[in-house]
């Protein structure tokens, strides 16, 4: 959940360097943001919803360190799956766990979703797992998207509902700020938020057969309160947030935090509550 804070702003993308959908920031591969960690639970609904066939040739879009996009290329053991991510640092772990990890029928390419000229009607199956929520202009990334699958072909996304629905996007921001959040419009990671704008971006794009699954599941920030406090610190919108305070108001904005955070703080680690959208739909 890694970002979830940082999901908040529109202002994911700067143009001067690559897009932190994942909201962390950062030079290190270490200043990653561990989504695995946090999504464990979404992770295995988003398996399941994907239902990848042993031959598909399956397209994985924001796919970042790969693990939806290893997951894919093990089910689809005659087949294969493309990760794309437009962030050289994401990818350059992805690449690095899967030498690791293996399976030898996945690929990543570097690639702004939106824009690039995927092969046309290639693949059976797009993916993603928070990963189409940051297209500046969505009807044309979705379109882009439907071309390089076959008629046909399935989609299936993992998107936040309302920030309002989700406790982790609520509880940190306020934990730091009495302001509240922009409306979600633009790129961002409530930007596929509401059931209707989404289908009418997805059959705008060329898909039908639009269907909605409310996923109802915690997101894990770290092991205790300590753990965590590190985790979303890496979170785009904390950095900006704790950015904006002077120093003594940034210290208590911390300390807020840390105590919001080990409010949270149970047996086996931080959790807070989420609601996400497993949207599915079919390329005409
Ligand atoms: C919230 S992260 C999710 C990463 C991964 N799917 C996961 O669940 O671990 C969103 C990812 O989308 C990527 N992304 C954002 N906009 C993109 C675009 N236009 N094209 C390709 N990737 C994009 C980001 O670089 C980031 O890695």
């Not at 979830?4 to 994942?22: I, K, L, Q």
């Amino acid at each position: 959940m890694s970002d979830h804070v940082s999901r908040g702003s529109s202002d994911r993308m700067r143009p001067d360097s690559e897009p932190a959908a994942g909201g962390e920031r950062g030079a290190a591969q270490a200043d990653l943001f561990d989504y695995d960690a946090e999504l464990r639970a979404h992770n295995e609904l988003f398996r399941a919803a994907a239902d990848v066939g042993s031959r598909d040739r399956v397209l994985d879009i924001g796919c970042g360190t790969g693990q939806s996009t290893r997951q894919a290329a093990r089910a689809a053991v005659a087949g294969s799956a493309v990760g794309v991510d437009v962030s050289a640092r994401m990818l350059e772990r992805a690449r690095r766990l899967t030498d690791d990890q293996g399976p030898p029928n996945v690929t990543y390419q570097r690639a702004d979703a939106q824009a690039h000229r995927f092969p046309a009607a290639c693949f059976d199956l797009c993916i993603s797992r928070f990963g189409a929520m940051f297209f500046t202009d969505p009807v044309a990334a979705f379109t882009n998207i439907g071309r390089a699958l076959r008629p046909g072909a399935r989609l299936v996304l993992l998107v936040w509902q309302d920030r309002d629905r989700n406790e982790w996007a609520r509880a940190i921001r306020e934990s730091l700020t009495a302001a509240p959040a922009a409306p979600a419009c633009g790129p961002g990671p409530f930007s596929l938020a509401d059931p209707a704008v989404t289908e009418d971006v997805l059959a705008a794009a060329g898909f039908a057969e639009v269907g909605f699954t409310d996923v109802h599941a915690p997101v894990y920030y770290g092991p205790d309160g300590a753990g965590a406090y590190d985790a979303v610190l890496r979170l785009w919108e904390v950095e900006d947030l704790l950015a904006g305070l002077d120093a003594a108001a940034a210290e208590q904005a911390r300390a807020r935090l840390r105590a919001t955070l080990a409010a949270h703080d149970t047996d086996d680690g931080v959790y807070f509550d989420s609601r996400a959208w497993i949207v599915t739909a079919r390329r005409r």
